[in-house]
C-alpha cells in the first residue's frame, strides 16, 4: 500500500471517529432514547420507504436477516410498526409505523435537529454553509463510486 494511500485511510477513518464522538454515536442509546443507532436507522428507512419489506431494508442497510428479524419482532411488540399483507404477493408483508411509532420518530427527529443545531450555533453562517456543502461533496463522490 503506497504511503499516500495510508495517509488517506489514516484521516477518513480519524474523521469517522472524531464525527462519530461528536454525535455521541458510540453511546448504547441515540438521542437518550432506548433505541440503538441500527433501531434508530430501521425506524427510519421503515417511515421512509414506500412499500418497506425486510428484505429490503436487510439490503438498503447491509444487515443480517435473523438480527433485522428480531429487532423487527420487538418493534411489533412495542406497536411500532404494522405489517401489511401485499395485494399482489401474499408471501410478502409491507412495514408502516404504527400512530406510536410516527410518535417515537417524530420525538427523535425533533431531538436530532435539536443536536445538529447546537452544533451548528457555534459556527458562523460560512462555517454552516461550508461544513454542509463538504458533507454533501463526501455523499456525492461516495455515491458516484458506489452507487449507494
Known amino acids: 500500500m503506497h504511503e499516500k494511500l495510508r495517509k488517506e485511510i489514516r484521516d477518513i477513518r480519524q474523521f469517522n471517529r472524531y464525527y462519530t464522538n461528536i454525535l455521541g454515536l458510540l453511546d448504547r442509546h441515540i438521542l437518550d432514547s432506548s433505541f440503538s443507532l441500527s433501531e434508530v436507522r430501521i425506524l ?15 439490503v438498503k442497510l ?3 436477516q435473523g438480527y433485522l428479524s428480531r429487532i423487527l419482532k420487538s418493534f411489533q411488540q412495542q406497536g411500532l410498526i404494522k405489517k401489511q399483507k401485499s395485494p399482489e404477493d401474499g408471501r410478502v408483508y409491507y412495514l ?8 417515537r420518530m417524530y420525538a ?7 443536536q445538529i443545531a447546537e452544533i451548528l450555533n457555534t459556527l458562523s453562517e460560512t462555517q454552516r454553509a461550508e461544513l454542509a456543502h463538504c ?6 463522490i461516495l455515491e458516484e463510486s458506489h452507487h449507494v
Open 44 to 58: 427510519y428507512e421503515i417511515a421512509n420507504m414506500e412499500f418497506c419489506t425486510a428484505k429490503l431494508l436487510s
Open 96 to 103: 408502516k409505523l404504527s400512530a406510536a411509532g410516527r410518535e
Open 135 to 140: 458533507m454533501k461533496c463526501i455523499e456525492q
Open 62 to 64: 447491509f444487515l443480517d
Open 108 to 114: 427523535l427527529s425533533v431531538r436530532s435537529d435539536a
